[in-house]
């Protein structure tokens, strides 16, 4: 199969679904490639490059309007053409979800757990801080306990802070000292991983012909690599800000998060290059074609400079 058919089919699949999210669409497309190259896009370049998922301008419009008045993006007016940047919250929530979605897995573990106690909260605060301490892949022990082995503290600051409760929560520091069959229990019980575990085989069942189409393809067509880069990030993105980013230790066996990143973090060296020539083109900032991306865009998965090298196998 083609990289051009295998594309075409997961896009069918992607028009398919019954509710086509732009905004979440948008979202992927701020944070993968708008946010590292100076993070202001026109809105008729937004429109553009979403038309071939089958997203229309009016939805288009619509998103992100919504996606402003929910404080996610800033306007500004120039003339009569609409820029969109992210706010100074987006900036910082966009910021916590790019260490997660491009960071390498968690190999080594010292047994450390970080401790959320909320028993001093109402009930209103412990739902916020539950669902805002979630995105940081922190799970239930108890209904006053929330715990992670190893979560990003300055992220977990930043969500406390904004929240308004960085003074009002116990954060504490415990060590495991034994019973790994009953740790990996609490983590099975505490995390979902039977979902997230069978969304991530999901995600390699599609996007491996993606893969290995493109590394065959001798010169990847830019429009094409960036839809390649665009989907393989949307649905990589919806899986791991729902996982919680565990160690080995308390992962179950044959864990396909493993193979997912593998497969993403490949396919992604392969178009991101013909993706950025895309994105040269066809997208324009207030001042013309948006500037070259920056350093932290070809830091991600580990490095974006052995692109050739992954051409020769599926690691």
Request: aromatic letters at 8%; one cysteine or more; glycine letters at 8%.
């Amino acid at each position: 199969m083609s990289l051009q058919s295998a594309t075409r089919k997961l896009l069918l699949e992607f028009q398919s679904r019954p509710t086509v999210r732009a905004g979440s669409l948008i979202t992927t497309v701020f944070g993968d490639a708008v946010a590292p190259r100076g993070g202001v896009v026109w809105l008729g370049s937004l429109i553009r490059v979403l038309a071939p998922f089958g997203i229309s301008e009016r939805l288009v419009r619509t998103s992100v309007f919504r996606l402003a008045k929910d404080g996610w993006l800033s306007a500004e007016q120039h003339g009569r053409r609409s820029f969109y940047s992210l706010t100074p919250e987006g900036r910082e929530r966009f910021a916590q979800a790019t260490h997660r979605i491009y960071a390498e897995p968690l190999r080594d573990w010292d047994g450390k757990w970080c401790l959320l106690l909320l028993s001093a909260l109402d009930a209103d605060s412990k739902d916020r801080v539950r669902k805002e301490t979630g995105w940081l892949g922190f799970g239930a022990l108890s209904a006053n306990v929330l715990a992670h082995p190893t979560p990003d503290m300055t992220d977990l600051d930043i969500s406390l802070r904004r929240l308004g409760l960085d003074e009002s929560i116990v954060v504490m520091a415990g060590t495991t000292l034994r019973g790994d069959a009953a740790l990996r229990g609490l983590a099975h019980s505490s995390w979902k991983l039977e979902d997230i575990d069978a969304r991530y085989k999901t995600f390699v069942l599609a996007f491996r012909p993606l893969f290995t189409a493109s590394r065959k393809t001798k010169n990847i067509a830019p429009e094409l690599a960036f839809m390649v880069r665009t989907l393989l990030i949307q649905e990589y993105r919806k899986i791991l800000l729902r996982d919680p980013l565990l160690p080995t230790e308390l992962l179950p066996a044959g864990w396909h998060g493993n193979a997912a990143y593998q497969l993403c973090r490949n396919l992604y060296r392969l178009v991101f290059e013909p993706a950025e020539r895309y994105l040269s083109t066809a997208m324009e900032n207030v001042d013309g074609p948006l500037p070259p991306a920056s350093p932290l865009a070809t830091a991600r998965f580990g490095g974006l400079d052995d692109a050739q090298a992954t051409k020769g196998q599926m690691k």
